[in-house]
């Protein structure tokens, strides 16, 4: 993985001091809380319902041992020993205290790591395929263009005081796994007609309380030219973007109301201009450094079988949760954070040290934050599966549902959360514990539940099969549902099915949906399929037909 | 209100005039609005002269006029308000502006380096900041990855040893 040289290492120190300086002003009244407010956003320093909220930059998801123990230190030292990863591949701790908050991230720059841009109305901390380099669909690992992007996106002096925020996630394959859509900006690598490599660009995707998929606006981008093109549509969002209205402000708007064509106008126009300059062009020489920093391990030559384990749940396991490798006798494993009856994406401290020792045994490198707040062990030789399988289990960490109905996203909600209108995280513990029987998970298939607790959407309820958005109905919390929605190639944005449904009936509405999918399906159909061939009717005929029981 | 140029307190030689004032003869400054109606006679005044926009004034209005000005104020409606960041980039890239960009009303010392980057030099400040919190801002970051208006090496050139 990437390591820093003594330039990074220097720029995220001083940012630190320099967010220090920014923390004493605030604590002596020189700064006051809305002067100070984008200062530690920018920082990753939220102030949520009780207290505030750090969140992490973990790039493209990717993380060393030695960054999951200083993770865990920070969650026993500084706050109250769990962390939270989170759909944008970061970390949150979710009581920090504004006084310490210089110190915890002065430990993180010790291990290369920071909460630059995590917040705040700039581009934030850039996402990539969490199987990254390791997928056998892949053309190539987009990491190394996740950190170029990083790097340039880093403190940018143009495009810091942005009309909103500004999401980028790159890919390097057909398969998308980084939800490229649904992203303001998407970096897809692929190949033109010669066998160059290089990448379209896609713009104006987004959730929230206005959904679109993005559009193409660069079909071929050469490498050496991406900043100049990235630049280019930043500036026009910069100059362009709406700033009058909160709501109205993320590129998404600017894009559609603009049009594909005179999008591509504006940004042509900005990239000539920039790509005659010169100055923005990523030398080959500096696309292969990056490259090397990102080089996969050396695959041994190994028998490509799964071997058997006398633990019968092994089987259950191996079944969902291990992905195809490129190299034989390889697999990718998902670790579940997604334990039947607990909080999505929470990880306590003993885990994460414990996932290190792990690490280190069976010598894992990396680890990676999957969107879906998961992790995700990506070169697992296979042998060595049962024994990793058995210390999984015995930390809790084995569940066998990776894109299972159980595999639920949810956002923090109500629990934590300023803006949740209500909670997430009890209907997500409420659903899984309905469908917590593996024989009837299997029986249903993959099915991506998505739950937010409000429109802003970070429980991603648009791009879920079945999305949950909970509203507030006159001090009482409703939900509700969404059919339809995917974020992968296949992306689509949910339909909204009716009227919402109280938190007592909520978990009955989703059965009844799921019952209807099963009664419906052909063949090997997921859910997502019978949906698009069917249509709503028959799910809201179903779900609405009688009063649905209060007593859950 | 004080101005700061290459971190130091300057005089400002600049009148700021209203709309409907007369012209003095010294160096003057006058809004978009103005400019754009009085152009012929603006231009070919004896002294100096500066135009000042609003967050949402484009200087791509100003056009070739823009290498004729001496001084152009890019006003901050609000510190959050990120416009005039891209505005200052136009005037330095595509309009060739090689005169005075000035920044005017609601910013944040915690800008001042972004602002300096993309090719500020004049900042019209409160009495908060000094020319010392000046000074301090520019330097809190000394390595930068993106090349920008104030031609500073990038990290990237400084790895190459260029």
Same mark, same amino acid.
């Given at each position: ?223 050496? *030219? ?29 894009? #559609? ?113 999957? #969107? ?6 990506? #070169?697992?030789?296979?042998? *060595? ?32 959360? *300023? ?134 | ?162």
């Amino acid at each position: 993985m990437y390591r820093y040289d003594e330039f990074d290492a220097v720029f995220v120190r001083e940012r630190v001091e320099q967010f220090r300086y920014q923390v004493a002003r605030r604590l002596s009244g020189e700064l006051n809380e809305d002067q100070f407010k984008p200062l530690r956003l920018m920082n990753g320093l939220y102030l949520q319902l009780h207290a505030y909220m750090l969140r992490i930059a973990v790039p493209y998801g990717t993380l060393s041992a030695r960054q999951l123990r200083m993770l865990a230190h920070i969650a026993r030292k500084y706050d109250k020993g769990y962390g939270h990863f989170t759909t944008r591949q970061n970390l949150q701790f979710n009581w920090p205290k504004l006084k310490d908050v210089p110190d915890i991230l002065a430990e993180l720059a010790t291990v290369e790591m920071h909460a630059i841009q995590t917040s705040g109305n700039c581009i934030r901390n850039v996402t990539a395929d969490h199987f990254a380099g390791a997928a056998a669909d892949e053309i190539e690992d987009p990491r190394p263009t996740a950190e170029i992007v990083r790097q340039w996106s880093s403190l940018h002096p143009e495009f810091t005081f942005l009309p909103r925020k500004f999401k980028i996630a790159v890919s390097g394959s057909a398969h998308d796994r980084a939800a490229l859509k649904f992203h303001d900006v998407a970096v897809q690598i692929v190949k033109n007609k010669a066998g160059e490599t290089g990448y379209r660009v896609l713009v104006g995707g987004g959730m929230g309380r206005t959904p679109y998929l993005g559009y193409v606006v660069g079909d071929f981008v050469a490498k050496p *030219d991406l900043l100049a093109f990235l630049e280019s549509v930043l500036r026009v969002y910069n100059e362009q973007g709406r700033r009058d209205n909160l709501y109205k402000s993320r590129i998404k708007i600017l894009a #559609h109301t603009l049009g594909e064509a005179e999008m591509r106008r504006l940004v042509a126009r900005e990239f000539s201009e920039i790509k005659a300059a010169g100055t923005l062009t990523v030398p080959d020489e500096e696309l292969k450094r990056i490259a090397a920093y990102f080089a996969p391990p050396a695959f041994e030559k190994l028998d490509d079988v799964l071997p058997e384990s006398a633990d019968k749940d092994f089987a259950d396991w191996a079944k969902t949760n291990l992905h195809r490798h490129r190299a034989p006798g390889y697999a990718i494993a998902t670790i579940s954070l997604k334990p039947i009856g607990g909080v999505p994406g929470d990880a306590s401290h003993q885990q994460l040290d414990a996932l290190a020792d792990l690490m280190d045994e069976f010598g894992q490198a990396e680890i990676r934050v999957s #969107h879906e707040q998961n992790l995700v062990l990506p #070169h697992v030789r296979k042998k *060595d599966l049962p024994a990793i399988f058995a210390r999984l289990k015995k930390l809790g960490l084995a569940t066998p549902n990776a894109g299972l109905v159980t595999d639920i996203i949810a956002c923090p909600g109500l629990d934590y959360c *300023d803006l949740a209108n209500a909670r997430s995280i009890p209907v997500a513990q409420a659903i899984a514990k309905r469908f917590s029987d593996l024989s009837r998970q299997h029986e249903i298939g993959e099915l991506k539940i998505k739950i937010s607790g409000c429109i802003n959407a970070c429980g991603h309820h648009h791009a879920g099969h079945i999305g949950i958005l909970g509203v507030d109905k006159k001090g009482v919390e409703f939900y509700q549902l969404q059919l339809g929605g995917s974020a992968a190639e296949d992306a689509s944005i949910g339909e909204i099915m009716g009227p919402g449904f109280g938190a007592h009936e909520i978990v009955d509405a989703v059965e009844r949906v799921i019952e209807t999918y099963l009664k419906l399906r052909v063949g090997g159909e997921r859910f997502l399929d019978t949906y698009r061939r069917v249509g709503m009717e028959p799910f809201r005929n179903m779900t609405y037909r009688e009063q649905l029981h209060a007593a859950h | 209100m004080p101005l700061i140029k290459h971190g130091a307190l300057a005089e400002n030689l600049f009148a700021d005039v209203a709309d409907s004032a007369p012209l003095p003869d010294e160096p003057a400054i006058v809004s978009l609005a103005r400019f754009l109606a009085e152009r012929e006679t603006l231009l070919a005044r004896n002294a100096p002269l500066g135009v000042r926009l609003k967050s949402e004034e484009s200087p791509a209005a100003l056009g070739e006029d823009a290498a004729r000005l001496s001084l152009i104020v890019l006003e901050f409606a609000k510190f959050r308000d990120g416009r005039a960041f891209s505005w200052a980039r136009m005037l330095r890239t595509r309009l060739g502006f090689r005169g005075e960009i000035r920044a005017a009303g609601d910013f944040l010392t915690d800008q001042l380096a972004f602002m300096h980057r993309v090719g500020f030099d004049g900042f019209e400040v409160s009495e908060k900041i000094t020319p010392e919190a000046f000074r301090r801002a520019l330097g809190e970051m000394r390595f930068v990855y993106q090349p920008s208006a104030d031609g500073k090496k990038t990290i990237r050139e400084l790895r190459a040893g260029s």
